[in-house]
């Protein structure tokens, strides 16, 4: 593991390893908006994307393919703007274009990370929001 910007870089790629720890039918998950900022809760099942223009989600440091969710919970980082994923009790796991992790119940998925992507120009008014969720295994 390195240390990057205050965060642990995700261990894994697209095609890790990282799936063993949970069992194939666990691949959907609800996602709750950590802010009321015009997002809503949603649920995303193993094939699905995730990105801007898609529920409530209008920071447009956040691509329109940000994720893609597969087997087992894992989450697979698509644009070059890193995704954050915040464990209860653990170290936070930077996830780069191409890397994946496996989310766990409890976690804090964030769309932004700030120090890779500030909020400038049309992204000013969303300063401070990281488009965080909180992750429920379903």
Same mark, same amino acid.
């Given at each position: 593991?390195?240390?990057? +910007?205050?965060?642990?870089? %995700? =261990?894994?790629?697209?095609?890790?390893?990282? *799936? +063993?720890? &949970?069992?194939?039918?666990?691949? @959907?998950? $609800?996602?709750?908006? @950590?802010?009321?900022?015009?997002? =809503?809760?949603?649920? !995303?099942?193993?094939?699905?994307?995730?990105?801007?223009? *898609?529920?409530?989600?209008? #920071?447009?440091?956040?691509?329109? /393919?940000?994720?893609? &969710? $597969?087997?087992? +919970?894992?989450?697979? %980082?698509? /644009?070059?703007?890193? !995704?954050?994923?915040?464990?209860?009790?653990?170290?936070? %796991?930077?996830?780069?274009?191409?890397?994946?992790?496996? !989310?766990?119940?409890? #976690?804090?998925?964030?769309? =932004?990370?700030?120090? #890779?992507?500030?909020?400038?120009?049309?992204?000013?008014?969303? +300063?401070?929001?990281?488009?965080?969720? #909180?992750? /429920?295994?379903?």
């Amino acid at each position: 593991r390195t240390q990057v +910007a205050g965060a642990v870089e %995700a =261990v894994g790629t697209a095609a890790g390893t990282m *799936q +063993a720890s &949970l069992p194939s039918s666990l691949s @959907k998950v $609800r996602l709750t908006p @950590k802010l009321a900022d015009g997002r =809503v809760p949603l649920e !995303l099942q193993a094939g699905m994307t995730l990105g801007r223009q *898609q529920y409530g989600i209008a #920071d447009p440091r956040v691509s329109r /393919h940000a994720l893609e &969710l $597969r087997e087992s +919970a894992i989450v697979v %980082a698509l /644009h070059v703007n890193p !995704l954050l994923v915040i464990r209860l009790g653990g170290e936070p %796991a930077l996830v780069k274009k191409g890397e994946s992790v496996q !989310l766990r119940a409890g #976690d804090e998925l964030c769309l =932004v990370v700030e120090s #890779d992507a500030p909020a400038l120009g049309a992204a000013a008014g969303w +300063a401070g929001n990281s488009c965080a969720f #909180d992750v /429920h295994i379903i």
